[in-house]
């Protein structure tokens, strides 16, 4: 584990009606926090994101906010709206997929380029959302590049704190738990690798959005790792998810060397599965994240795993949105 480091504020606090800017805002955080800042009182937020897909559903939601689909990695002409913000939240990043390049461009020359324009533009805060994969015993792109992510935010010298979640789910979650409920929900059988006691410590976004949403008003600086405040094996977040959305799904365990030949051949068929070989090896992996007082830290309150569930899975509208891969 990496040390944590000390917090302290930063003169200034914004006021309600400054600029936010979050890169990569069209994803499963940017999707909620856009509504928790505006439930706050932010109404200038700007939201630049690569994918056309997830920046119209999110125009849809919120028709008053701007957009910008750009490409942070190549495109030009955003730069100029970094300029006079209260804060920047820097949240774009590659999470799964098999080609190893779209990591280090996503995660590492994306940052690159963007990190480049808040120091010309002055930018005085930034929430650099950051990953617990950076303390995990794991080694593969994503947490290779996250590492080299936070570190190059850090090294730009602007005050900033640094977030690092665990596996988060919620509203809009296009990977992991959304993807696992949307398919168990599909298939009569849903497979689970080995004997499913893997221990996760998965973290609701919308308990994320509100610790974003905290150091933006508190101007929290430091390290702090956003573990979830419970503990679960697979096997049980599993049975939790088929509880929550009502699935009908026979939950089966199978060998780990079949389940990892099956995503293999999956890989064939698909150039960017939501599920990967590498992604299984994370997940049997022996981590325990260290968990903090996070909702005492930033003033927020943590809210108990089997009602994240509910308000996930069974939301009249936000339940049935899936965003693009």
Not at 216 to 232: D, F, H, L, S, V
Request: net charge neutral.
């Amino acid at each position: 584990m990496t040390s944590i480091a000390e917090a302290g504020p930063i003169p200034g606090t914004p006021s309600s009606h400054g600029t936010i800017v979050i890169t990569g805002g069209a994803g499963l955080v940017g999707q909620n926090l856009v509504t928790r800042l505006k439930n706050k009182g932010y109404s200038r937020l700007i939201v630049i994101d690569k994918a056309a897909q997830n920046a119209a559903i999110l125009r849809e939601f919120h028709p008053d906010i701007e957009v910008i689909v750009a490409d942070l990695a190549t495109d030009d002409g955003w730069q100029d709206k970094l300029a006079g913000i209260d804060a920047l939240v820097h949240a774009h990043a590659q999470i799964g997929g098999l080609d190893p390049n779209e990591f280090v461009r996503n995660n590492e020359l994306a940052s690159k380029r963007v990190m480049a324009a808040a120091t010309a533009n002055g930018v005085p805060y930034i929430v650099n959302i950051s990953s617990s994969v950076v303390n995990s015993l794991a080694v593969d792109n994503y947490t290779e590049t996250k590492k080299a992510q936070e570190a190059l935010v850090l090294a730009t010298g602007i005050p900033q704190v640094v977030l690092r979640p665990t596996l988060m789910f919620g509203w809009f979650d296009r990977k992991h738990v959304g993807w696992l409920a949307r398919f168990m929900q599909k298939v009569p059988v849903f497979p689970v690798p080995g004997s499913g006691r893997y221990l996760r410590q998965p973290l609701y976004v919308a308990d994320f959005c509100d610790v974003i949403v905290a150091a933006i008003e508190k101007r929290i600086t430091g390290a702090y790792n956003i573990t979830g405040q419970e503990r679960i094996d697979y096997i049980d977040l599993v049975r939790a998810m088929k509880r929550a959305t009502g699935a009908g799904a026979v939950i089966q365990k199978i060998p780990y060397g079949l389940f990892a030949g099956l995503l293999r051949t999956w890989a064939i068929f698909d150039k960017n599965p939501p599920f990967t070989e590498k992604q299984l090896e994370a997940l049997v992996t022996p981590d325990v994240f260290e968990v903090i007082d996070w909702p005492g830290i930033f003033g927020v309150k943590a809210t108990p795993l089997e009602k994240a569930f509910e308000e996930t899975f069974r939301h009249p509208v936000y339940s049935n949105v899936a965003l693009q891969f």
